[in-house]
């Protein structure tokens, strides 16, 4: 069984178009996160919650909107994409916010 | 500017020589860990370090963290094909609360 899953894991959109980016983790984890690694493979993170409340936004675009509707799920939406929006995005979550995070595989993002 | 810095950014070795990877933080850190990518997948965790001096080991892997807590290395023993990859140090400086990672070392084992 995944331990933390993405979906979908290729994603190839226009501009100015939204979409969404799901993750669900069954490892019991209370705390999730979101990370975008860019062409140079820097990782960055964007968002954490914890208990379903968001504990870290980094600064983000407010196009970027994190939904967590349940402790294993925290979904990503993002509004009129950017072309500088191309990246791999990856979901990880961990127990409690100072432990091991578990990564999903991630989901590449391709805005042309 | 980029707080945990790794080095070297890539690394060729041929299989069966040793490596070392570098990891340097400006801060003191509350943890460190290593992290492994392989090109298109996610990050697999390998080790947590969190004592100052601490050191720990897996098959031929060995990551050790420095007293004061602001470097640490990945020192991989008789390389093989398997262990090529992005290896990725993460951290969270002490009381942040936000978790950063350094800039990766690519790493190529050459049969």
């Known amino acids: 069984d995944t331990a933390v899953s993405q979906t979908p894991k290729y994603l190839v959109t226009q501009m100015g178009n939204d979409k969404s980016i799901k993750c669900e983790q069954n490892?019991?984890?209370?705390?999730m996160y979101w990370y975008k690694q860019d062409s140079k493979k820097f990782l960055k993170i964007m968002f954490s919650y914890n208990n379903k409340e968001l504990i870290i936004n980094e600064t983000v675009p407010n196009r970027f909107s994190p939904k967590s509707p349940d402790k294993a799920h925290l979904n990503l939406h993002i509004n009129s994409l950017e072309l500088g929006d191309s990246a791999v995005y990856f979901c990880?979550?961990?127990?409690?916010?100072?432990?091991?995070?578990?990564f999903g595989p991630g989901t590449r993002l391709l805005v042309l | 500017s980029q707080e945990l810095e790794q080095s070297p950014q890539s690394l060729i070795v041929q299989e069966g020589k040793n490596l070392t990877i570098n990891c340097t933080s400006s801060?003191?850190?509350?943890?460190l860990y290593w992290y492994k990518q392989k090109y298109g997948e996610g990050l697999i965790f390998l080790m947590m370090l969190q004592k100052g001096g601490e050191e720990k080991s897996h098959e031929k892997i060995t990551a050790k963290l420095d007293e004061k807590k602001q470097q640490s290395s990945l020192h991989i023993t008789a390389s093989q094909p398997s262990h090529a990859g992005i290896y990725l140090c993460g951290a969270e400086p002490s009381g942040t609360y936000k978790y950063i990672f350094g800039t990766g070392t690519r790493l190529k084992v050459l049969a």
């Open positions: 801060k003191t850190l509350y943890g």
């Open positions: 990880a979550s961990s127990h409690g916010g100072r432990e091991t995070q578990y």
């Open positions: 490892l019991g984890h209370d705390t």
